[in-house]
């Protein structure tokens, strides 16, 4: 049987000790979930993809759009 144990970060310390003291538990910490990205940071995480991102702010800035309609199926 495994068991989940949310337990705020200030008591942590104490529960791992508490529960390792116990022979029959096997306590492991949690891995941390990783920070989900935002499509921003993802765009700027490539040199690539930051570059023409800025360029394409840049054409907003300057007004130098083109607006397209939607394509209806």
Same mark, same amino acid.
């Given at each position: 049987? @495994?068991? *989940?144990? &949310?337990?705020?970060?200030? #008591? +942590?310390? $104490? ?8 022979? $029959?538990? @096997?306590? *492991?910490?949690? %891995? %941390? @979930?990783? #920070?989900?990205? !935002?499509? *921003? ?8 993809? +930051?570059?023409?991102?800025? &360029?394409?702010?840049? %054409?907003? !800035?300057?007004?130098?759009?083109? &607006?397209?309609?939607?394509? &209806?199926?």
């Amino acid at each position: 049987m @495994k068991i *989940t144990l &949310e337990v705020p970060d200030n #008591k +942590a310390a $104490f529960m791992m000790e508490l529960l390792q003291s116990l022979p $029959f538990v @096997k306590a *492991t910490p949690a %891995r %941390r @979930k990783a #920070k989900p990205q !935002d499509e *921003t940071e993802y765009l700027l995480s490539s040199p690539a993809n +930051a570059k023409a991102l800025m &360029e394409a702010i840049q %054409r907003v !800035d300057a007004g130098q759009v083109v &607006e397209h309609g939607l394509i &209806e199926p």
